[in-house]
Protein backbone atom coordinates (compact mmCIF):
# COMPACT_ATOMS: atom_id res chain seq x y z
CA UNK A 1 0.00 0.00 0.00
CA UNK A 2 1.80 3.39 -1.32
CA UNK A 3 -0.36 5.34 1.03
CA UNK A 4 -0.20 6.02 4.87
CA UNK A 5 -3.26 3.89 6.46
CA UNK A 6 -6.87 4.76 7.02
CA UNK A 7 -8.40 4.86 10.16
CA UNK A 8 -11.22 2.02 10.14
CA UNK A 9 -13.48 4.26 11.82
CA UNK A 10 -13.89 6.18 8.70
CA UNK A 11 -15.21 2.74 6.97
CA UNK A 12 -17.03 1.88 9.60
CA UNK A 13 -18.74 4.83 9.48
CA UNK A 14 -19.70 4.93 5.96
CA UNK A 15 -21.51 1.38 6.92
CA UNK A 16 -23.54 2.98 9.26
CA UNK A 17 -24.53 5.25 7.23
CA UNK A 18 -25.76 3.01 4.61
CA UNK A 19 -27.23 0.82 6.96
CA UNK A 20 -29.67 2.99 8.11
CA UNK A 21 -30.95 3.62 4.53
CA UNK A 22 -31.69 -0.37 4.28
CA UNK A 23 -35.25 -1.63 4.84
CA UNK A 24 -36.10 -3.76 7.54
CA UNK A 25 -34.60 -6.88 6.73
CA UNK A 26 -32.42 -6.62 3.89
CA UNK A 27 -29.28 -8.01 3.20
CA UNK A 28 -26.67 -6.10 0.45
CA UNK A 29 -24.08 -7.71 -1.26
CA UNK A 30 -20.94 -5.87 -2.82
CA UNK A 31 -18.01 -7.62 -4.65
CA UNK A 32 -14.76 -6.46 -5.49
CA UNK A 33 -14.09 -5.34 -9.59
CA UNK A 34 -12.26 -7.88 -11.62
CA UNK A 35 -8.72 -7.39 -12.41
CA UNK A 36 -9.21 -7.26 -16.50
CA UNK A 37 -6.85 -8.91 -18.73
CA UNK A 38 -5.21 -7.63 -21.52
CA UNK A 39 -3.35 -9.59 -24.30
CA UNK A 40 -1.54 -12.63 -24.03
CA UNK A 41 -1.51 -13.75 -20.69
CA UNK A 42 -1.08 -10.06 -19.54
CA UNK A 43 -3.66 -8.37 -16.97
CA UNK A 44 -4.27 -4.75 -15.89
CA UNK A 45 -3.55 -3.54 -12.39
CA UNK A 46 -6.93 -3.96 -9.98
CA UNK A 47 -8.93 -0.87 -9.88
CA UNK A 48 -11.01 -1.66 -7.23
CA UNK A 49 -14.56 -1.64 -6.66
CA UNK A 50 -15.55 2.33 -5.35
CA UNK A 51 -18.26 1.17 -3.35
CA UNK A 52 -16.47 -1.67 -1.91
CA UNK A 53 -13.64 0.09 -1.24
CA UNK A 54 -15.77 3.43 0.29
CA UNK A 55 -17.24 0.73 2.98
CA UNK A 56 -13.96 -1.52 3.87
CA UNK A 57 -11.15 0.24 2.56
CA UNK A 58 -10.03 -3.42 1.58
CA UNK A 59 -8.13 -2.84 -2.02
CA UNK A 60 -8.18 -6.63 -3.15
CA UNK A 61 -9.42 -8.82 -5.32
CA UNK A 62 -12.42 -11.25 -5.47
CA UNK A 63 -13.41 -9.55 -2.05
CA UNK A 64 -17.15 -10.09 -0.90
CA UNK A 65 -19.09 -7.55 1.80
CA UNK A 66 -22.53 -8.61 3.39
CA UNK A 67 -24.13 -6.52 5.25
CA UNK A 68 -27.22 -7.93 6.95
CA UNK A 69 -28.00 -5.10 9.67
CA UNK A 70 -31.06 -7.24 11.39
CA UNK A 71 -29.47 -10.55 11.32
CA UNK A 72 -30.70 -12.61 14.22
CA UNK A 73 -27.07 -14.09 14.92
CA UNK A 74 -25.27 -10.43 15.77
CA UNK A 75 -21.77 -12.36 14.11
CA UNK A 76 -23.24 -12.15 10.86
CA UNK A 77 -24.30 -8.90 10.03
CA UNK A 78 -21.17 -7.53 8.57
CA UNK A 79 -18.88 -10.24 7.06
CA UNK A 80 -16.31 -9.49 4.64
CA UNK A 81 -15.13 -12.60 2.38
CA UNK A 82 -11.51 -12.77 1.32
CA UNK A 83 -9.29 -14.94 -1.04
CA UNK A 84 -7.32 -17.42 0.82
CA UNK A 85 -3.68 -17.43 0.86
CA UNK A 86 -1.53 -20.15 -0.23
CA UNK A 87 1.96 -20.85 -0.91
CA UNK A 88 1.35 -20.85 -4.83
CA UNK A 89 -0.29 -17.35 -4.57
CA UNK A 90 2.49 -15.86 -2.53
CA UNK A 91 5.09 -16.98 -4.49
CA UNK A 92 3.65 -15.63 -7.94
CA UNK A 93 1.44 -12.89 -6.66
CA UNK A 94 2.69 -11.98 -3.72
CA UNK A 95 1.29 -11.11 0.10
CA UNK A 96 -2.43 -11.63 0.14
CA UNK A 97 -3.93 -9.73 3.22
CA UNK A 98 -4.78 -12.29 6.18
CA UNK A 99 -7.60 -12.01 8.33
CA UNK A 100 -6.44 -10.33 10.95
CA UNK A 101 -4.84 -7.39 8.55
CA UNK A 102 -8.40 -7.06 6.73
CA UNK A 103 -10.01 -7.38 9.92
CA UNK A 104 -7.49 -3.95 11.21
CA UNK A 105 -8.28 -2.26 7.36
CA UNK A 106 -11.72 -2.16 7.46
CA UNK A 107 -13.25 -2.60 10.86
CA UNK A 108 -14.99 -5.45 10.00
CA UNK A 109 -15.10 -7.54 12.96
CA UNK A 110 -16.25 -11.03 11.40
CA UNK A 111 -13.71 -12.24 8.08
CA UNK A 112 -14.33 -15.03 6.72
CA UNK A 113 -12.28 -17.49 3.68
CA UNK A 114 -14.45 -17.44 0.45
CA UNK A 115 -14.72 -21.06 0.54
CA UNK A 116 -17.30 -20.29 3.41
CA UNK A 117 -19.36 -17.82 1.53
CA UNK A 118 -21.89 -19.97 -0.12
CA UNK A 119 -23.76 -21.62 2.78
CA UNK A 120 -23.37 -18.38 4.67
CA UNK A 121 -25.15 -17.04 1.80
CA UNK A 122 -27.32 -18.89 1.54
CA UNK A 123 -28.53 -19.64 5.32
CA UNK A 124 -28.69 -15.67 5.27
CA UNK A 125 -30.85 -15.44 2.11
CA UNK A 126 -33.40 -18.34 3.29
CA UNK A 127 -33.75 -15.15 6.23
CA UNK A 128 -33.80 -11.81 4.89
CA UNK A 129 -36.62 -10.55 2.84
CA UNK A 130 -34.98 -8.01 0.89
CA UNK A 131 -31.81 -7.97 -0.60
CA UNK A 132 -29.58 -4.97 -2.79
CA UNK A 133 -27.33 -5.90 -5.18
CA UNK A 134 -24.86 -3.54 -6.67
CA UNK A 135 -24.55 -2.01 -10.06
CA UNK A 136 -22.71 0.60 -12.19
CA UNK A 137 -25.12 3.10 -12.55
CA UNK A 138 -23.54 6.13 -13.57
CA UNK A 139 -25.52 8.00 -16.21
CA UNK A 140 -22.37 8.05 -18.88
CA UNK A 141 -20.86 4.96 -18.20
CA UNK A 142 -20.89 3.00 -21.32
CA UNK A 143 -20.77 -0.83 -19.89
CA UNK A 144 -19.35 -3.19 -22.72
CA UNK A 145 -17.51 -5.69 -19.81
CA UNK A 146 -19.87 -7.71 -17.55
CA UNK A 147 -18.73 -6.73 -14.10
CA UNK A 148 -18.24 -9.31 -10.83
CA UNK A 149 -21.20 -7.51 -9.64
CA UNK A 150 -23.58 -7.70 -12.15
CA UNK A 151 -22.81 -11.39 -12.75
CA UNK A 152 -23.60 -11.89 -9.05
CA UNK A 153 -26.66 -9.94 -9.47
CA UNK A 154 -27.73 -12.25 -12.01
CA UNK A 155 -26.77 -15.43 -10.58
CA UNK A 156 -28.09 -14.75 -7.76
CA UNK A 157 -31.80 -13.58 -9.02
CA UNK A 158 -31.65 -17.21 -10.73
CA UNK A 159 -31.35 -19.03 -7.61
CA UNK A 160 -33.48 -17.15 -5.32
CA UNK A 161 -36.01 -15.49 -7.66
CA UNK A 162 -38.03 -15.03 -5.09
CA UNK A 163 -36.81 -12.09 -3.00
CA UNK A 164 -37.63 -8.93 -3.12
CA UNK A 165 -34.41 -7.08 -5.36
CA UNK A 166 -33.58 -3.29 -4.80
CA UNK A 167 -30.87 -1.52 -6.28
CA UNK A 168 -27.82 -0.19 -3.89
CA UNK A 169 -26.50 1.98 -6.33
CA UNK A 170 -29.08 4.72 -5.18
CA UNK A 171 -28.07 4.44 -1.81
CA UNK A 172 -24.36 4.72 -2.55
CA UNK A 173 -24.93 7.70 -4.68
CA UNK A 174 -26.41 9.53 -1.93
CA UNK A 175 -23.99 8.69 0.73
CA UNK A 176 -20.84 9.03 -1.57
CA UNK A 177 -21.46 12.66 -2.95
CA UNK A 178 -21.25 13.78 0.52
CA UNK A 179 -17.57 14.29 1.92
CA UNK A 180 -16.78 13.34 5.34
CA UNK A 181 -13.54 15.58 6.84
CA UNK A 182 -11.54 12.45 6.58
CA UNK A 183 -12.38 11.79 2.93
CA UNK A 184 -11.86 15.47 2.47
CA UNK A 185 -8.39 15.40 3.87
CA UNK A 186 -7.45 12.80 1.54
CA UNK A 187 -8.75 14.48 -1.58
CA UNK A 188 -6.84 17.85 0.29
CA UNK A 189 -3.50 15.52 -0.35
CA UNK A 190 -4.33 14.50 -3.77
CA UNK A 191 -4.31 17.89 -4.65
CA UNK A 192 -0.97 18.93 -3.08
CA UNK A 193 0.65 15.83 -5.38
CA UNK A 194 -1.17 17.58 -7.96
CA UNK A 195 0.34 20.70 -7.30
CA UNK A 196 4.24 19.32 -6.82
CA UNK A 197 3.66 18.06 -10.33
CA UNK A 198 2.20 21.17 -12.00
CA UNK A 199 4.95 23.45 -10.39
CA UNK A 200 7.75 20.39 -11.25
CA UNK A 201 6.14 20.77 -14.97
CA UNK A 202 6.17 24.27 -14.89
CA UNK A 203 9.71 24.62 -14.34
CA UNK A 204 10.10 22.00 -17.03
CA UNK A 205 8.16 22.80 -20.16
CA UNK A 206 10.07 24.98 -22.79
CA UNK A 207 9.85 25.14 -26.91
CA UNK A 208 10.96 21.41 -28.61
CA UNK A 209 9.82 19.27 -25.49
CA UNK A 210 7.43 16.88 -26.20
CA UNK A 211 3.90 15.81 -24.62
CA UNK A 212 5.05 12.54 -23.73
CA UNK A 213 8.14 14.19 -21.89
CA UNK A 214 5.82 16.67 -19.73
CA UNK A 215 3.60 13.52 -19.22
CA UNK A 216 6.59 11.67 -17.94
CA UNK A 217 7.44 14.88 -15.16
CA UNK A 218 3.90 14.45 -13.80
CA UNK A 219 4.41 10.86 -13.35
CA UNK A 220 7.61 11.21 -11.29
CA UNK A 221 6.20 13.69 -9.24
CA UNK A 222 3.06 11.78 -8.30
CA UNK A 223 4.72 8.44 -8.28
CA UNK A 224 7.48 9.29 -5.52
CA UNK A 225 4.80 10.70 -3.13
CA UNK A 226 2.86 7.62 -3.29
CA UNK A 227 0.20 8.48 -5.57
CA UNK A 228 -0.66 7.86 -9.49
CA UNK A 229 -2.79 9.35 -11.94
CA UNK A 230 -6.03 10.03 -11.37
CA UNK A 231 -7.17 9.43 -14.63
CA UNK A 232 -5.71 8.82 -18.32
CA UNK A 233 -3.55 12.77 -18.42
CA UNK A 234 -4.44 14.97 -21.43
CA UNK A 235 -0.76 16.94 -22.67
CA UNK A 236 -2.67 19.33 -25.54
CA UNK A 237 -0.26 21.90 -27.34
CA UNK A 238 -1.38 24.12 -30.09
CA UNK A 239 -4.38 23.47 -31.72
CA UNK A 240 -4.64 19.59 -29.38
CA UNK A 241 -6.38 21.47 -26.75
CA UNK A 242 -9.40 21.83 -29.00
CA UNK A 243 -9.37 18.01 -28.58
CA UNK A 244 -11.50 17.59 -25.18
CA UNK A 245 -10.48 14.33 -24.34
CA UNK A 246 -6.87 14.02 -26.17
CA UNK A 247 -4.39 11.26 -25.56
CA UNK A 248 -1.57 10.93 -27.91
CA UNK A 249 0.40 13.28 -25.79
CA UNK A 250 3.12 12.74 -28.25
CA UNK A 251 3.85 16.34 -30.23
CA UNK A 252 6.76 18.54 -29.77
CA UNK A 253 5.23 21.65 -27.78
CA UNK A 254 6.18 24.96 -30.30
CA UNK A 255 7.15 28.41 -29.57
CA UNK A 256 4.18 30.69 -28.76
CA UNK A 257 1.65 27.86 -28.67
CA UNK A 258 0.11 27.32 -25.40
CA UNK A 259 -0.11 24.11 -23.43
CA UNK A 260 -3.27 22.62 -22.12
CA UNK A 261 -2.69 20.03 -18.79
CA UNK A 262 -5.53 18.25 -17.65
CA UNK A 263 -3.35 16.14 -15.36
CA UNK A 264 -4.22 15.43 -11.62
CA UNK A 265 -2.94 13.06 -8.68
CA UNK A 266 -4.70 10.44 -6.49
CA UNK A 267 -4.28 9.36 -3.19
CA UNK A 268 -5.48 6.61 -1.72
CA UNK A 269 -7.82 6.35 -4.03
CA UNK A 270 -9.78 9.93 -4.10
CA UNK A 271 -8.49 12.05 -6.52
CA UNK A 272 -8.07 15.63 -7.50
CA UNK A 273 -8.91 16.98 -11.08
CA UNK A 274 -6.66 20.22 -12.38
CA UNK A 275 -6.35 21.73 -15.58
CA UNK A 276 -4.62 24.52 -16.62
CA UNK A 277 -3.06 25.95 -19.36
CA UNK A 278 0.18 27.52 -19.76
CA UNK A 279 2.33 29.23 -22.37
CA UNK A 280 5.14 27.29 -23.75
CA UNK A 281 7.68 29.96 -24.03
CA UNK A 282 6.90 31.28 -20.39
CA UNK A 283 4.76 34.17 -21.62
CA UNK A 284 1.40 34.24 -22.43
CA UNK A 285 0.80 37.20 -26.34
CA UNK A 286 -1.93 39.98 -25.33
CA UNK A 287 -4.39 37.88 -27.43
CA UNK A 288 -3.62 34.38 -25.78
CA UNK A 289 -4.10 36.50 -22.04
CA UNK A 290 -7.30 38.04 -23.09
CA UNK A 291 -8.89 34.73 -23.44
CA UNK A 292 -7.49 33.13 -20.55
CA UNK A 293 -8.38 35.79 -18.11
CA UNK A 294 -11.92 36.12 -20.00
CA UNK A 295 -11.29 31.87 -18.55
CA UNK A 296 -10.21 32.76 -15.18
CA UNK A 297 -13.07 35.20 -14.46
CA UNK A 298 -15.79 32.67 -15.61
CA UNK A 299 -13.45 30.13 -12.60
CA UNK A 300 -13.85 32.64 -10.02
CA UNK A 301 -17.83 33.38 -10.33
CA UNK A 302 -18.84 30.16 -10.98
CA UNK A 303 -16.55 28.53 -8.22
CA UNK A 304 -19.31 30.89 -5.79
CA UNK A 305 -22.46 30.53 -7.50
CA UNK A 306 -22.28 26.71 -6.97
CA UNK A 307 -24.24 27.10 -3.15
CA UNK A 308 -26.30 24.84 -1.50
CA UNK A 309 -30.08 23.98 -2.64
CA UNK A 310 -29.03 25.17 -6.26
CA UNK A 311 -30.03 22.47 -9.15
CA UNK A 312 -26.92 21.73 -11.30
CA UNK A 313 -28.58 22.30 -13.88
CA UNK A 314 -29.07 26.48 -12.79
CA UNK A 315 -25.64 26.11 -11.92
CA UNK A 316 -24.26 25.35 -15.66
CA UNK A 317 -26.79 27.56 -17.20
CA UNK A 318 -25.31 30.42 -15.02
CA UNK A 319 -21.89 29.36 -16.66
CA UNK A 320 -22.81 29.25 -19.97
CA UNK A 321 -23.82 32.71 -19.81
CA UNK A 322 -20.99 34.07 -18.19
CA UNK A 323 -18.88 32.35 -20.91
CA UNK A 324 -21.31 33.91 -23.79
CA UNK A 325 -20.50 37.16 -22.19
CA UNK A 326 -16.42 36.85 -22.32
CA UNK A 327 -17.13 35.53 -26.10
CA UNK A 328 -18.82 39.03 -27.08
CA UNK A 329 -16.38 41.04 -25.64
CA UNK A 330 -13.16 39.08 -26.70
CA UNK A 331 -15.21 39.20 -30.48
CA UNK A 332 -16.00 35.78 -30.93
CA UNK A 333 -19.40 35.83 -31.05
CA UNK A 334 -22.01 38.95 -31.87
CA UNK A 335 -25.45 39.41 -30.29
CA UNK A 336 -26.63 38.57 -33.90
CA UNK A 337 -25.13 35.75 -33.72
CA UNK A 338 -26.37 34.90 -30.33
CA UNK A 339 -30.22 35.59 -31.09
CA UNK A 340 -30.42 33.60 -34.21
CA UNK A 341 -29.24 30.76 -32.69
CA UNK A 342 -31.36 27.69 -32.32
CA UNK A 343 -32.37 27.42 -28.69
CA UNK A 344 -31.07 23.70 -28.73
CA UNK A 345 -27.60 25.00 -30.39
CA UNK A 346 -26.92 28.28 -29.17
CA UNK A 347 -23.99 29.73 -30.67
CA UNK A 348 -21.77 29.33 -27.36
CA UNK A 349 -21.45 26.18 -28.11
CA UNK A 350 -19.01 26.27 -31.15
CA UNK A 351 -16.26 27.63 -27.98
CA UNK A 352 -17.41 25.84 -24.97
CA UNK A 353 -19.24 22.31 -25.55
CA UNK A 354 -19.09 20.62 -21.98
CA UNK A 355 -20.44 20.87 -18.16
CA UNK A 356 -18.52 23.49 -16.10
CA UNK A 357 -18.18 20.34 -13.66
CA UNK A 358 -19.25 17.37 -12.18
CA UNK A 359 -18.56 15.71 -8.21
CA UNK A 360 -15.22 14.15 -7.53
CA UNK A 361 -14.40 11.97 -4.88
CA UNK A 362 -13.44 8.40 -5.53
CA UNK A 363 -14.14 8.32 -9.42
CA UNK A 364 -12.84 11.39 -11.12
CA UNK A 365 -16.70 11.91 -12.44
CA UNK A 366 -17.76 10.83 -9.21
CA UNK A 367 -21.15 9.11 -8.84
CA UNK A 368 -23.93 11.34 -7.14
CA UNK A 369 -27.74 12.42 -7.28
CA UNK A 370 -27.04 15.18 -9.85
CA UNK A 371 -30.95 15.88 -10.47
CA UNK A 372 -31.13 16.97 -6.92
CA UNK A 373 -30.00 20.45 -5.26
CA UNK A 374 -26.05 20.84 -4.80
CA UNK A 375 -25.76 20.14 -1.08
CA UNK A 376 -22.97 21.02 1.82
CA UNK A 377 -20.13 18.41 1.39
CA UNK A 378 -19.90 18.06 -1.99
CA UNK A 379 -16.97 18.16 -3.57
CA UNK A 380 -16.94 19.56 -7.26
CA UNK A 381 -15.32 20.40 -10.17
CA UNK A 382 -15.17 23.96 -11.96
CA UNK A 383 -13.73 23.73 -15.52
CA UNK A 384 -14.71 26.42 -17.59
CA UNK A 385 -13.00 26.90 -21.23
CA UNK A 386 -12.99 28.73 -24.26
CA UNK A 387 -11.78 26.47 -27.39
CA UNK A 388 -10.87 28.78 -30.27
CA UNK A 389 -10.59 26.00 -33.21
CA UNK A 390 -9.31 28.74 -35.92
CA UNK A 391 -6.83 30.42 -33.45
CA UNK A 392 -5.53 27.31 -32.58
CA UNK A 393 -5.59 27.07 -29.01
CA UNK A 394 -8.28 26.35 -26.55
CA UNK A 395 -7.96 27.84 -22.29
CA UNK A 396 -9.29 25.24 -19.88
CA UNK A 397 -9.07 26.02 -15.92
CA UNK A 398 -10.39 23.82 -13.02
CA UNK A 399 -9.77 23.57 -9.75
CA UNK A 400 -11.78 21.48 -7.25
CA UNK A 401 -14.40 23.37 -4.37
CA UNK A 402 -15.60 22.22 -1.49
CA UNK A 403 -19.21 23.54 -1.00
CA UNK A 404 -20.42 24.90 2.37
CA UNK A 405 -23.12 26.42 3.71
CA UNK A 406 -20.41 29.61 4.85
CA UNK A 407 -18.70 30.23 1.03
CA UNK A 408 -17.13 27.57 -0.90
CA UNK A 409 -13.55 26.51 -0.52
CA UNK A 410 -11.30 25.91 -2.78
CA UNK A 411 -8.62 23.33 -2.54
CA UNK A 412 -6.33 24.17 -4.86
CA UNK A 413 -6.42 27.27 -3.68
CA UNK A 414 -2.44 27.39 -3.35
CA UNK A 415 -1.98 25.71 -7.13
CA UNK A 416 -0.59 28.75 -9.22
CA UNK A 417 -3.33 30.01 -11.75
CA UNK A 418 -3.18 33.97 -12.33
CA UNK A 419 -1.49 34.45 -15.91
CA UNK A 420 1.35 36.47 -13.75
CA UNK A 421 1.84 33.55 -11.58
CA UNK A 422 2.26 30.93 -14.37
CA UNK A 423 4.92 33.60 -16.30
CA UNK A 424 6.88 33.68 -12.95
CA UNK A 425 6.84 30.04 -11.97
CA UNK A 426 8.05 29.14 -15.46
CA UNK A 427 10.90 31.90 -15.53
CA UNK A 428 12.41 30.24 -12.13
CA UNK A 429 11.27 33.31 -9.89
CA UNK A 430 9.72 33.03 -6.38
CA UNK A 431 5.89 33.66 -6.65
CA UNK A 432 5.86 34.32 -2.53
CA UNK A 433 4.29 38.01 -3.24
CA UNK A 434 1.84 36.90 -5.63
CA UNK A 435 0.86 33.56 -3.04
CA UNK A 436 -0.55 36.10 -0.07
CA UNK A 437 -2.19 34.86 2.63
CA UNK A 438 -3.40 30.80 2.84
CA UNK A 439 -7.04 32.72 2.70
CA UNK A 440 -9.27 31.19 -0.33
CA UNK A 441 -8.83 33.20 -3.77
CA UNK A 442 -12.44 32.46 -3.67
CA UNK A 443 -12.80 35.75 -1.00
CA UNK A 444 -11.57 37.30 -3.72
CA UNK A 445 -13.80 40.52 -4.91
CA UNK A 446 -13.86 39.34 -8.66
CA UNK A 447 -17.25 39.48 -11.15
CA UNK A 448 -20.19 36.93 -10.00
CA UNK A 449 -22.79 35.23 -11.28
CA UNK A 450 -25.03 38.82 -10.58
CA UNK A 451 -22.69 40.96 -12.61
CA UNK A 452 -23.88 39.34 -15.87
CA UNK A 453 -26.71 41.26 -15.71
CA UNK A 454 -24.48 44.52 -15.60
CA UNK A 455 -23.98 45.88 -19.25
CA UNK A 456 -20.34 45.79 -20.07
CA UNK A 457 -19.63 47.08 -24.10
CA UNK A 458 -22.81 46.34 -26.22
CA UNK A 459 -23.81 43.30 -24.47
CA UNK A 460 -26.70 42.54 -22.68
CA UNK A 461 -27.96 39.18 -20.90
CA UNK A 462 -30.46 37.28 -23.21
CA UNK A 463 -30.85 33.96 -21.65
CA UNK A 464 -33.72 33.72 -20.14
CA UNK A 465 -32.99 30.42 -18.17
CA UNK A 466 -31.01 31.84 -15.20
Not at 127 to 148: D, F, G, P, Q
Not at 366 to 382: A, H, S
Amino acid sequence: MRYAPINEQVFENHRAQLQKLLLPNSLAAINANDILPTNADGVSLLRQNADLFYLTGVEQEETILLLYPDAHEENQREILFLREPNATTETWEGHKLTKAEAKRISGVARVEWLGEFRPLFHRLMCECEHVYLNSNEHKRANIVVETRDARFAREVQRVYPSHDYQRLARLMHRLRIVKSEPEIALLRKACDITEAGFRRVCRFVKPGVNEMEVEAEFAHEFIRRGGRFAYNPIIASGKNACALHYLDNDQSCRKGELLLLDVAGSYANYNADLTRTIPVSGRFTRRQKQVYNAVLRVLRAVSKAAMPDKLPKIWQKEAEALIEKELVDLGLLKMSQIKRAPRDEPAFKKYFMHGVGHPLGLDVHDVGLTVEPIQPGWVLTVEPAIYIREEGFGVRLENNILVRETGNVDLMESIPIEAEEIEQLMSGKRTAALRGSKKTRLDRRLPTVADISKPRQSYSVTNNNL
